[in-house]
């Protein structure tokens, strides 16, 4: 039980320590997260589109 009890108490002090980003920095990245990864699925969805012709067009 003492050592869950030392588990929590080290947690505490140990998130006391992260530094958590502002609001401002917070929308920044996630905005770009949303716009890299609708980019990226787009780019795999016309990929995958022109990878299923050449495959039907061998077949």
Do not use: C, H
């Not at 929590?8 to 716009?35: H, I, R």
Request: charged share 20%; proline share 2%.
């Amino acid at each position: 039980m003492n050592r869950i009890k030392n588990f929590f108490s080290d947690v505490s002090v140990e998130m006391k320590k992260v530094s958590w980003p502002k609001w401002d920095e917070l929308k920044g990245s996630t905005w770009v997260v949303v716009s890299f990864s609708i980019i990226i699925s787009a780019f795999l969805f016309f990929i995958d589109r022109i990878l299923s012709s050449v495959m039907q067009v061998i077949l």
